[in-house]
């Protein structure tokens, strides 16, 4: 298999829809490479993330600079609208 073999089923395997034999075939592949290991793992956090429901609280100094950054781009999108932030 190769990798965009197994990125193309990816969906389906996270799920456990795929076929078993083709599941023996993404665990040899993952099993020698390691940039398709951290994409699956990737997405097996974040739908672990989304299925507790629970909020995650980010770290303040993060949260500032998100909030900046958005601030910034609307503020390059829409000049002139510095009043409705």
């Not at 965009?4 to 023996?24: F, K, Q, R, S, W």
């Not at 770290?59 to 999108?77: A, G, N, S, V």
Request: charged letters at 30%; a negative charge; glycine letters at 4%.
């Amino acid at each position: 298999m190769k990798c965009e073999e197994l990125l193309a089923m990816l969906n389906e395997y996270v799920d456990g829809t795929v076929d078993p034999a083709v599941c023996v075939e993404f665990e040899k592949h993952m099993a020698g490479c390691n940039p398709c290991q951290v994409v699956v793992d990737n997405i097996r956090q974040t739908i672990t993330l989304y299925k507790d429901g629970q909020p995650y609280a980010m770290p303040i100094q993060f949260r500032e600079k998100m909030h900046d950054t958005l601030r910034k781009k609307w503020k390059e999108k829409f000049p002139g609208s510095e009043n409705a932030l």
